[in-house]
């Protein structure tokens, strides 16, 4: 639904969220047979599987070599600064800049995304923040501020997600975190541009012509295309 001043709100049954579960026996068969990472989506609305089960979840699926990615939406009434706690089994972490605020306390993108990094993210962040660009933290590489793409946004819903998308399938092709910020910036700019969610997303490296990326040669060490290490905190 979208409001007089262009403000969109999601009307949902949380049917789905609230039977979702995730056990470490589902995810031990998921990457068994191949599978190289996990993302979660819709934390803290996921009564089955928030807090500790999600916990449990995330640090197994390091311990087996997966990357762990978080997503988040806003909802009224939930514990956000609990999510903190999380923060340490998570590699991957990409709120939009009013779902960092909730999260963090902080305001302004580069203090959110130190927060979350300081909680112990230990890859990426990406505060998002829509037509304002996003920050990005690459976890000991510092930060970057990506300035928003100039286009003819149509409908931004799903942009977010569009951006860690693009994160995600960069790091599976083996780009680095930095490169991989930029990717994410571009196909999230590339989803507003038609009325019908994605569809003018069709190929990556077609996308990726002629669009200029920093470090493109370095290659992300934690990637898809690497050889799976298990994750040892020390």
């Known amino acids: 639904a979208v409001s007089e001043n262009s403000d969109r709100s999601f009307l949902s ?26 993302h979660v989506g819709y934390a803290m609305i996921l009564p089955a599987l928030d807090g500790d089960p999600l916990k449990k979840v995330m640090r197994e699926a390091s311990r087996l070599g997966a990357l762990t990615s978080l997503d988040v939406t806003y909802y009224d009434n939930r514990p956000w600064p609990e999510l903190l706690k999380l923060m340490p089994e998570v590699d991957v972490f990409c709120p939009s800049l009013s ?6 306390g902080e305001s302004d993108p580069a203090k ?3 927060a979350l990094v300081e909680a112990g993210v230990r890859n990426f962040v990406a505060v998002t923040n829509g037509e304002h660009g996003v920050l990005v933290e690459v976890v000991g590489g510092g930060q970057e501020f ?16 569009a951006f860690i998308a693009g994160v995600l399938a960069a790091w599976h092709r083996g780009f680095s975190w930095r490169s991989a910020g930029h990717i994410g910036s571009l196909v999230a700019s590339v989803a507003v541009t038609s009325r019908q969610r994605y569809q003018n997303l069709t190929n990556l490296e077609r996308l990726l012509e002629g669009f200029p990326l920093p470090n493109s040669s370095e290659r992300n060490p934690l990637s898809a295309s690497q050889e799976a290490q298990p994750y040892t905190s020390e």
Do not use: H, K, M, Y
């Open 13 to 38: 049954a949380p049917g789905a969220c609230d039977q979702f579960q995730l056990t470490v026996e589902e995810l031990e068969t998921e990457i068994s047979s191949g599978s190289r990472a996990l």
């Open 146 to 161: 990506i300035p928003a793409r100039p286009v003819q946004a149509v409908n931004t819903t799903g942009a977010g997600d």
């Open 99 to 104: 779902e960092a605020n909730l999260i963090t």
């Open 112 to 114: 959110a995304a130190r």
